[in-house]
């Protein structure tokens, strides 16, 4: 009886088992379908978070593309076209800024203003320019610039934003904020009627430098345009998709809006247009507001992105647990004969659905840690704290025991450098040495990575091969396995991040997958995070620039302005003076020129630091722009604290400044004025100051001068006399004049000096010593030089087809004909079109051409020689005479100047001089001819210390040449 009740209860077990099974089936497939699904959740969100945060990046980056060019304005106003399209240029938009059709600016015209902008445009050269569309309005807002230039942006060429009404809100917006707006949905100027895509634009307002913005109402009376870009909807939405735009169009459907409701009439992109899905498995809608607009941005799976909710796992498990109850069943049946084996058989079901379990749990986890680390990517501020923010992610979020981030470093070691960290460490890192090369040390998961850039998995410390270097170190710790991600960002390795788990073969196919993602989006984060730091510090030394000199780091002529305003308001208040000193380093373009550019700015900086030391600090010194300093001497001074300050600049440079070796005697020439009583404003006061400088430097430098009214009118005529230059040599209001030159032993003429005069139609015959420096410093030297030697050499032929004897005919070369002329082919011009014989020019050179680049300067000269021309010293003993060059120079004729024969019979050194000139040049070989002699006693002293010839006023002052070739056809000779 027993054994059937026994046998009774037996046969119901299996039914039971099998309905017990298939409970535990449904709930467990159920499970595993509720995680597949939270995991797909998981995911969609990501997806979605990915893309706004894209958007949100990509915007960003345009606007600090606005910024820059705003920047652009900041320092350099106005901006040339030239200069604006060069900068957009460099940006290279196309490979780096998918989306923009280009970067422009709009210019704020008032309507008064209109006639004279559309004039000047034009006169660009853009004859068709015009305002569009056509009207009378009170402001125009015309795009000026917009580059690329091409055909397409050409069309908004002249276009006035401000007619439309969604354009005008965001430039309005912008212009009160003073920050960057987007607009509503537009269709843009640059569309044709084929492929139109709906469109945007990004406003940032450009104000006047150093106009007031405290306020809207200071934003709108200083506003100067708009910097903008213009965007195509889906080619921006092209490239913040980026690499993933395939599979999300293929999974997701992507739709945004304008505006903060999803209405059809404000559709700005549709991923899927022509693709419709009625019952999506997730759906988000998200508003975002984008520099102070709004979008809403709805996203739908698709069935592809659905599909995958068909879980293969929870199917598994469904079948497998069917089949597994009905087996155990059946295996209760066989109890007798297979009762082990049934056991083991359910034990293996159980832990194949564990290990199931496990495998999604950490699937989720890598899931829920890509998420947390793009939140902390797009939260990032500081490239370290990024860092070590994401090893705390990836230990606590994660579940890894030790996180950290190595930098590959391109030294000669290849050194992979430990940045930050997370986690069990113990000092792991410090012990061990890791690099890139390929070595034993470089050959583990981390060195593996970097070199072949892609993810190393060391699934067994304990096995595998490659960690010998490290595996007691990494046992120690617990660490069982690990993988190593290369941080890749556009090409460029930065390094790895690595993670250590507690257990072997802790890393699969998926969870691999997505932290390569996870790794791939920090290298983003860390470029973005330094392209970001690179743009900060482009931005201060932008300000930088704007109102110091770079080199000197003194305030540069903008500052300098301010302080001066500044400072004269409370002068004013005081009914006190202010002094301006503007100081020019006498002599610094010979330094340039002999010890070269670097050692001249090592002479501006050590000149700095002494003019520092006399000045208080209440003053400011300034440096206008090469060797010109101007101090502002904002203190209350009288004359004698203003004398006081110009003596101590003396006495400080009294010691000699040591440069590369060289000991160089440094001065100023200073020139001083007075607030008010010279000028009311900057620009007078500093013009003032610059005139006295001139009286100072021909005064002999290192001087001062205060200013008087007879400086400003001399420089008046100056630059008066300087801007007719260009006239007269176009003009031709040059003419020649030529003094004799005598031999002194038998008063006959040997030859003429042709020294040239202006012939102003106004002012008459103009002397060289007022219009030469003129000239050389302006340039016009090269072209007076060029005619002067051609006219003298067709007069010197003109007297010789006239029968009369050969004579030498000396024309002056200046310095600044060898620097920028080529003065070789112009005299060999200047001979074959006047068919003059080589022999009878004379080439008079001064000594300050040897001060240049002089391996140069002795080439043409040796061609000069070649060419049978000869060559003669001017003015020898007033610069740098030595014999090393007049051996290297081959001449043939030194000329005495006259300063030294006007004190000849007055002073013995004078007549040392003069004697001493003769004698080396007879002991050289060398002609001997002295200038400026005017009495019978100099001509007696010359001839008694057996000077060759001489010129001067004695003979004969410079005259026309009808009246110079009487003298020689009369055979004129003066007394010996």
Aim: with cysteine; aromatic share 8%.
């Amino acid at each position: 009886m027993l054994n059937s009740r026994a046998s009774i209860r037996l046969t119901f077990v299996p039914p039971l088992i099998l309905f017990l099974g298939l409970v535990l089936t449904y709930v467990l497939q159920d499970a595993a379908r509720e995680s597949a699904r939270h995991a797909f959740h998981d995911e969609f969100d990501f997806r979605v978070h990915e893309i706004i945060q894209n958007i949100h990046a990509r915007m960003t980056r345009y606007e600090q593309v606005l910024q820059g060019a705003a920047g652009l304005f900041a320092v350099s106003n106005p901006v040339e076209r030239d200069e604006f399209a060069q900068y957009v240029r460099a940006l290279k938009i196309e490979d780096k800024y998918p989306g923009i059709q280009g970067v422009g600016f709009s210019q704020w015209l008032p309507a008064s203003e209109k006639a004279a902008h559309i004039a000047k445009i034009r006169a660009e050269g853009f004859p068709g320019y015009g305002i569009h569309p056509a009207g009378v309005r009170d402001i125009y807002t015309s795009i000026v610039y917009l580059e690329p230039f091409d055909w397409r942006n050409q069309r908004a060429f002249g276009y006035d934003m401000h007619t439309d009404p969604v354009r005008q809100a965001a430039m309005e917006k912008s212009r009160n904020d003073g920050a960057a707006h987007i607009s509503g949905k537009v269709k843009l100027e640059q569309e044709t009627e084929r492929a139109v895509q709906p469109g945007f634009l990004m406003y940032l307002p450009v104000y006047h430098p150093r106009a007031s913005r405290q306020n809207p109402d200071a934003r709108r009376a200083n506003l100067m345009g708009w910097i903008y870009a213009p965007f195509r909807m889906g080619d921006l939405m092209n490239g913040v998709l980026g690499e993933h735009f395939g599979e999300i169009v293929a999974t997701l459907d992507l739709k945004i809006y304008d505006g903060d409701t999803p209405r059809a009439s404000r559709l700005m992109f549709d991923s899927n247009s022509h693709v419709r899905h009625p019952d999506p498995g997730f759906q988000a809608v998200k508003v975002i507001t984008l520099f102070g607009h709004q979008w809403t941005v709805a996203i739908d799976s698709l069935p592809a992105f659905d599909a995958r909710l068909k879980n293969d796992e929870a199917n598994f498990i469904a079948v497998a647990g069917t089949l597994g109850s009905a087996m155990l069943a059946l295996v209760l049946w066989l109890l007798v004969t297979g009762r082990e084996r049934a056991l083991t058989l359910a034990e293996g079901m159980t832990a194949d659905l564990r290990q199931g379990e496990a495998r999604q749990a950490r699937l989720n986890r890598a899931l829920r840690l890509l998420s947390d680390c793009n939140m902390a990517l797009m939260h990032a501020e500081e490239e370290h704290a990024l860092l070590a923010e994401i090893c705390r992610l990836c230990v606590e979020r994660g579940g890894y025991l030790m996180a950290w981030v190595g930098y590959a470093e391109q030294d000669e070691a290849k050194t992979v450098r430990p940045i930050a960290q997370s986690g069990y460490e113990d000092g792991y890192l410090d012990g061990i040495e890791i690099t890139w090369a390929d070595t034993e040390l470089g050959r583990g998961p981390t060195g593996t990575a970097i070199r072949s850039r892609k993810p190393s998995i060391n699934q067994d410390v304990l096995a595998n091969p490659m960690m010998a270097p490290w595996r007691e170190a990494a046992m120690r710790r617990g660490y069982q396995s690990s993988i190593s991600l290369p941080l890749i960002d556009a090409e460029i390795m930065l390094g790895t991040l690595t993670m250590y788990a507690r257990e072997a073969q802790a890393f699969d196919a998926e969870e691999v997958g997505l932290l390569q993602e996870l790794a791939n989006d920090l290298a983003f984060g860390i470029t973005t995070l330094r392209t970001r730091s690179a743009h900060a510090a482009a931005k201060e030394k932008l300000a930088f620039l704007a109102q110091f000199d770079p080199l000197t780091h003194l305030p540069n002529r903008l500052l300098l302005r301010d302080r001066f305003e500044r400072a004269a308001l409370v002068a004013e208040n005081k009914n006190a003076t202010m002094a301006m000193l503007y100081l020019d380093l006498d002599n610094f373009k010979q330094i340039n020129d002999s010890l070269g550019h670097d050692a001249g700015d090592q002479v501006l900086v050590a000149a700095v630091e002494r003019l520092q030391r006399c000045i208080a600090a209440t003053d400011t010194l300034s440096r206008l722009n090469g060797d010109e300093f101007v101090i502002l001497l904002a203190g209350l001074r009288d004359m004698p604290g203003i004398a006081s300050v110009v003596n101590a600049i003396r006495d400080v440079f009294a010691e000699s400044l040591v440069i590369e070796g060289h000991a160089l005697n440094i001065s100023f020439s200073i020139g001083i004025s007075l607030f008010p009583a010279d000028g009311k404003d900057f620009d007078a006061v500093l013009k003032c100051a610059d005139a006295a400088v001139g009286s100072a430097k021909a005064a002999g430098r290192n001087t001062f001068r205060f200013f008087t009214q007879e400086m400003n009118a001399d420089l008046l005529a100056q630059m008066r006399l300087t801007g007719e230059l260009n006239k007269a040599v176009r003009q031709g209001e040059f003419l020649l004049h030529y003094q004799p030159q005598v031999d002194i032993h038998d008063g006959r003429i040997i030859g003429a000096e042709a020294l040239v005069r202006w012939q102003h139609p106004v002012e008459g015959l103009i002397s060289p010593a007022r219009f030469i420096p003129l000239a050389e410093r302006s340039g016009h030297i090269v072209q007076i030089g060029e005619w002067v030697l051609n006219e003298a050499c067709r007069q010197a032929r003109s007297w010789m087809d006239l029968g009369l004897a050969p004579l030498m005919v000396a024309v002056n070369l200046s310095a600044v004909q060898f620097k920028r002329g080529n003065v070789l082919e112009m005299v060999t011009a200047a001979l074959a079109d006047s068919g003059l014989p080589a022999n009878c020019l004379e080439l008079e050179l001064t000594e300050s051409i040897l001060l240049q680049d002089i391996d140069a300067t002795m080439e043409t000269l040796r061609s000069l020689k070649a060419l049978g021309a000869k060559l003669s010293i001017d003015d020898f003993g007033t610069g740098y005479s030595s014999l090393s060059y007049l051996k290297r120079l081959d001449v043939d004729k030194l000329k005495i100047d006259q300063s030294f024969v006007r004190d000849m019979l007055t002073d013995e050194d004078g007549a040392s001089i003069v004697k001493a000139i003769i004698q080396l040049g007879h002991s050289l070989q060398l002609e001997v001819i002295s200038e400026g002699v005017e009495t019978e006693a100099q001509l007696a002293f010359l001839r008694g210390s057996e000077c060759d010839s001489a010129q001067g006023y004695l003979f004969s002052p410079p005259v026309p040449a009808e009246l110079f070739v009487q003298f020689i056809q009369n055979d004129f000779r003066w007394p010996t």
